[in-house]
């Protein structure tokens, strides 16, 4: 077991759940009086960590479920999108140096030209479709090195902005009660000034900066960035051989 708490598990999964827990950990930080600091920061620290990686599994599970819908929405998986010729994204030029790219590599035997894929796009989607399987999955095994260093790190942020919008609905449940709880502190002879400001721009983060939009984003830098990473993996040799010139002669 390399990592059984990766960045991924910390950035994709505990993050969104704390980022949520982070307003019930406010609330009741109000309660307490502020000369009594080391409680709430030793007592609040141990409730923020334990309560995210306790449901860390869950806002995984919340953003796996949103996610083929909006892939649908988005017109596919993003990786998949972007090697169809009629996407924009990459440049003809580019997506056809990239497209024989992999073929070279051996993913698969055949990748359709723009007829073909305007004839049928199911089989073009399923051959698009292993070929961004199979590198999702070389780019965990060289997550470590250049350039899918830089992938990982965009699948993490992907993961995350996945993850918490998928708990989003929840999350604002859980801050509005947080807003009423340390709100109601000040009817108690308490000044929980920070703590209510804290709250409220958890809230404002929640209600602004987590939708579909900042998802989408985050999902195609991810697709880009493993599309320009597939074109430094090296062909295998017996393939480099089966296209020498003088292989292509005969």
């Known amino acids: 077991m390399s990592n059984l708490i990766d960045r991924y598990i910390l ?26 600091w080391p409680v709430k920061l ?18 995984r599970d919340a953003g796996k479920a949103i996610e083929r819908p909006l892939w649908a929405s988005w017109g596919g998986p993003p990786t998949v999108r972007m090697l169809r010729h009629r996407d924009p994204t ?18 698969v035997d055949w990748l359709p030209s723009e007829e073909q894929e305007r004839a049928d796009r199911d089989r073009a989607d399923a051959a698009y479709l292993t070929c961004a399987d199979w590198l999702r999955r070389k780019a ?8 899918f260093d830089i992938v990982h790190s965009e699948n ?16 604002l449940v859980i801050w509005g009660f ?22 409220l721009f ?22 880009r960035r493993l599309l320009d990473a597939a074109q430094s993996l090296p062909v295998p040799k017996k393939a480099a051989r ?9």
Do not use: C, M
């Open 178 to 199: 947080a807003l009423a709880v340390a709100g109601a502190a000040f009817f108690f002879n308490r000044r929980p000034y920070i703590e209510f400001i804290g709250t």
């Open 11 to 36: 950035g994709a999964r505990v993050a969104p759940v704390a980022v949520v827990a982070f307003s019930l950990f406010l609330a009741i930080s109000a309660w307490i009086p502020f000369a009594q």
């Open 156 to 171: 993490i942020w992907y993961g995350y902005r996945r993850n918490i919008l998928g708990i989003k609905p929840y999350g």
């Open 42 to 59: 030793v007592g609040g620290s141990a409730f923020l960590t334990l309560g995210a990686f306790v449901l860390a599994q869950l806002a």
């Open 140 to 147: 965990l095994e060289l997550k470590s090195k250049a350039p």
């Open 202 to 223: 958890v809230g404002g983060y929640l209600i602004f900066a987590v939708n579909e939009v900042a998802l989408k984003r985050a999902a195609d830098d991810y697709s």
């Open 242 to 250: 089966n296209d020498s010139p003088t292989r292509r002669a005969s």
């Open 90 to 107: 990459i440049a003809p030029g580019s997506k056809a140096a990239l497209h024989r790219h992999l073929i070279e590599l051996g993913i």
